[in-house]
């Protein structure tokens, strides 16, 4: 399938709703568009997806079939790693060299997922405790680790192939059938990957891909009976309008939410080092990513070195669409995000902080902000400081000793990810064990793989990805007695 045959399939896609135009964020040139599918359309792949789960196609397959066919799609995301890298780019502003890394990881996240379809498995014990079997009965005990039934999957535009492949991989490998739903921007390459899933063997109305807005096709997944879990990856006000929709049948739910975390670099830091990975930990993607680190805090002593050298590397930073030879960041990913971290930048002018560089739009087409470094941002009352904002712009403040610099890490509603750069080790473990945030990296940034879980603290969600927990967010535990 190549480009241009996605960009028809989507355009002829059925739907009842509002037509939705696809845009390249770095050129703002509209690629195509597609209807919303509307909430018969929902309703309808609902009931494939249970008609599937109740005929047990994939959950009754064995672990080993299951996972020959994960593997397979996998095999199948890299030979077709040119048109999902395309996509990615087109779609989503992203670098080549960078989309092409995000496709790989995608396949990976199947591989790795591949390996659990055989080891979904339970606990068992001898229990002689009796209770109204009389004291001296002898009872066997163990548990079973079954699939939900039709889970909803809704995910954001930032990684449009990433996102995907980390909520399929595990919800096939535990069993479960789906409705999945990318971001009204870019939904694509979920086209593309949805139909390698069925060359891969995954059977019909196993997988089951949905196209609209999230207030109508969205809300409509959240909201219907039969869908009895929703894994959500997305901001948090969002996640807790999820939340409240879900009640309605008191559905399960995994929250990958949004994060503002913390960079602690101690004045022992490897700066050089420290330097590179918190301006690239922030600007990368123009600071689209869940993990990027967007409140910085620097010793004292260093404070002025590291803002010269964040600010260094802000400037040279290459920004550019995806066809422009050398681009290393891309632009925000739509009009609605530029006024978004725009409304931010303004409101950081009138509280009078001080733009050390950035803060304004590039004179181009494109929805391109320069990386943007703030100091004296005042942590009580500011805005920018305590809200995500999910673009290249980062506060950077200074503190005078390790228990300030906890202080800050910890002064806010998140708790996504957090890094400490410091030599003095003992420092960097304890440290560790005081940050509120699901991740902690040390002496290293950005750092994820699918072989480890990944959640939230706080209000960045509830739940895991990744690793064993990411199979466990789709098996629920049945208690099996027996007496002997
Ligand atoms: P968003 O919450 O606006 O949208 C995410 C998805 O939810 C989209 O598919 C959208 O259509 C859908 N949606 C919107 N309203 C809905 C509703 N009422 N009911 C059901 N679905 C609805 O988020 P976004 O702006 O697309 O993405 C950026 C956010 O995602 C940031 O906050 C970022 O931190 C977060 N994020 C978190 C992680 C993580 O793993 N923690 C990873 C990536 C992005």
């Known amino acids: 399938m190549n480009v241009q045959a996605v960009l028809g399939e989507i355009r002829n896609r059925p739907g009842t709703g509002e037509v939705i135009p696809i845009i390249n964020p770095a050129t703002e040139e509209q690629i195509t568009e597609f209807t919303d599918c509307g909430e018969d359309a929902v309703n309808d792949a609902v009931a494939r997806a249970k008609a599937a789960n109740e005929a047990k196609v994939w959950r009754g397959l064995p672990g080993s079939e299951r996972a020959k066919i994960l593997w397979r799609v996998a095999?199948?995301?890299?030979?077709?790693?040119?048109?999902?890298?395309?996509?990615?780019?087109?779609?989503?502003?992203?670098?080549?060299?960078?989309?092409?890394?995000?496709?790989?990881?995608?396949?990976?996240?199947?591989?790795?997922?591949?390996?659990?379809?055989?080891?979904?498995?339970?606990?068992?014990?001898?229990?002689?405790?009796?209770?109204v079997m009389g004291p001296n009965s002898q009872l066997h005990a163990y548990t079973l680790k079954e699939p939900y039934g039709v889970v909803g999957l809704i995910f954001p535009w930032n990684g449009p192939v990433f996102n995907y492949c980390a909520k399929l991989a595990p919800s096939l490998a535990?069993?479960?059938?789906?409705?999945?739903?990318?971001?009204?921007?870019?939904?694509?390459?979920?086209?593309?990957?949805?139909?390698?899933l069925a060359e891969g063997g995954v059977p019909d109305g196993v997988v089951n891909l949905l196209t609209g807005y999230g207030h109508t096709a969205g809300a409509a997944i959240t909201a219907h009976p039969d869908v009895e879990k929703v894994a959500f990856t997305g901001s948090t006000e969002v996640g807790k309008e999820i939340v409240r929709t879900a009640s309605s049948n008191l559905k399960k739910v995994t929250l990958e939410l949004g994060g503002k975390s913390p960079v602690l670099i101690f004045d022992d830091a490897d700066l050089n080092m420290a330097i590179t990975m918190a301006?690239?930990?922030?600007?990368?993607?123009?600071?689209q990513g869940c993990i990027c680190g967007s409140r910085i805090f620097v010793q004292r002593g260093v404070f002025d070195q590291v803002v010269e050298g964040i600010v260094t590397i802000a400037n040279n930073l290459k920004l550019g669409g995806p066809t422009e030879e050398g681009s290393m960041i891309g632009p925000l990913i739509s009009a609605k995000q530029l006024n978004r971290v725009m409304g931010f930048l303004d409101d950081g002018k009138s509280d009078g902080v001080d733009i050390v560089t950035g803060g304004y739009r590039l004179d181009r087409t494109g929805y391109f902000v320069h990386p943007t470094v703030l100091t004296n941002v005042d942590p009580a009352t500011s805005r920018l400081y305590k809200q995500e904002i999910f673009g290249p712009v980062v506060t950077v403040l200074p503190f005078d000793d390790d228990d300030e610099a906890i202080a800050y890490a910890n002064d806010t509603t998140y708790g996504l990810c957090s890094t400490v750069w410091t030599s003095n080790l003992g420092r960097a473990?304890?440290?560790?064990?005081?940050?509120?945030?699901?991740?902690?990296?040390?002496?290293?940034?950005?750092?994820?793989?699918?072989?480890?879980?990944?959640?939230?603290?706080?209000?960045?969600?509830?739940?895991?990805?990744?690793?064993?927990?990411?199979?466990?967010?789709y098996l629920q535990s049945k208690t099996v007695w027996a007496q002997l």
């Open 75 to 131: 095999d199948l995301i890299d030979r077709n790693a040119d048109t999902l890298a395309e996509l990615e780019s087109l779609n989503a502003g992203i670098p080549p060299e960078q989309a092409r890394i995000i496709t790989a990881v995608g396949a990976e996240w199947f591989r790795y997922y591949a390996g659990w379809c055989t080891k979904i498995e339970g606990i068992a014990a001898d229990v002689n405790t009796g209770g």
């Open 174 to 196: 535990a069993g479960c059938t789906s409705v999945v739903k990318p971001a009204e921007e870019t939904p694509l390459s979920a086209l593309v990957l949805d139909r390698l």
């Open 279 to 287: 301006a690239m930990g922030i600007f990368i993607h123009s600071g």
């Open 429 to 473: 473990h304890r440290i560790a064990k005081e940050i509120q945030a699901g991740t902690v990296t040390l002496n290293c940034q950005m750092t994820f793989d699918h072989s480890m879980p990944f959640g939230g603290y706080k209000q960045s969600g509830w739940g895991y990805e990744a690793g064993r927990a990411g199979i466990d967010t």
